[in-house]
């Protein structure tokens, strides 16, 4: 019998390597984990991170026109509603890309409907006028929770289809809550009167009568939207160059876009406060 030590193995750890070719990404032997999680990706935790730190700006410019009460035209006109439009596509598109890699994207869908739920009871108790009943957290987490339920029908349709599809539906659906079904100001076809009585449709983009939220995003028409930036993705995520794994970087807005959830509920509380703050030393 030989008694002579055996050699030594490198232990088996594992590292991020570039994409192949076919959209994928290997594993080797340095950095732990990435053969069992798929690697952050830069451009949509950067685009993420943009539209969020964006949608800080324009909140706390709401609460110094609408709340603190001083005017800013450009900002209540077309440049501001520009603006807040271009926040919400980002933000709704980049969501659906990000469908492609959760692997507990029903969980996480049910954590943002609870935060959802959090902005609802706040809003109604702090401040009733502008209280969300159906807003952007409900919209994400509504998605989310199709999106886990249908990805694998969605995966199965040609991307090129199916974001010419979404892309339609969702610009003629875009004017669903004032009532018909076009093109900005051209009127295809006028929805039955009887579809916006019921106070239960909301959510759908049917509101009844007397309907308000502060922040309205119904699942028609943005839900078609989100599949968009699905499918959007499924053309462009095999470029190795946009799926490149994201090193732990000193970029702030990569940081924004993977905690993008605890901003959005963190940050009108912490700008009301500096805002009252600011009023109480006479800045505002």
């Known amino acids: 019998m030989d008694n002579k030590t055996p050699p030594r193995r490198k232990p088996l750890v594992f590292a991020q390597r570039a994409p192949r070719a076919g959209g994928g990404f290997a594993c080797s032997l340095r950095e732990p984990r990435s053969c069992f999680a798929p690697p952050r990706v830069r451009l949509l935790d950067i685009l993420r ?20 009460g001083h005017p800013m035209p450009w900002y209540t006109g077309t440049p501001g509603y520009l603006w807040q439009q271009s926040i919400c596509w980002v933000f709704i ?3 659906g890309a990000s469908l492609h890699y959760g692997r507990h994207t029903l969980r996480r869908g049910l954590v943002v409907l609870g935060c959802a739920a959090a902005v609802s009871v706040v809003s109604m108790v702090a401040m009733p006028s502008q209280r969300v009943w159906f807003g ?25 289809l199916g974001l010419g599809v979404c892309l339609a539906l969702f610009l003629l659906a ?24 019921t106070p239960f449709l909301f959510p759908l983009g049917l509101p009844g009568p007397g309907f308000f939220s502060g922040d309205y995003f119904p699942l028609l028409p943005w839900l078609f939207l989100y599949f968009a930036g699905y499918f959007l ?15 732990r970087g000193k970029n702030p807005l ?16 912490v700008i009301y406060g500096v805002l009252l703050l600011l009023r109480q030393v006479g800045f505002m």
Request: aromatic share 12%; net charge positive; glycine share 8%.
């Open 233 to 247: 993705w499924g053309l462009l995520k095999n470029r190795a160059v946009l799926f490149s794994p994201a090193p």
């Open 93 to 95: 598109a980049v969501s």
């Open 136 to 160: 952007i957290l409900h919209l994400i987490a509504l998605a989310m929770l199709l999106g886990a339920l249908l990805k694998k029908v969605l995966h199965k349709m040609p991307a090129g």
């Open 174 to 197: 875009k004017t669903l809550p004032q009532g018909y079904l076009g093109v900005g100001d051209a009127r295809l076809w006028a929805l039955p009167v009887g579809l916006y009585q």
């Open 254 to 269: 990569e940081w924004i876009g993977r905690h993008s959830l605890w901003v959005y509920m963190a940050h009108q509380p």
């Open 49 to 68: 991170g943009f539209s969020v730190l964006s949608m800080v700006v324009y909140h706390a410019l709401f609460d110094v026109v609408h709340l603190f």
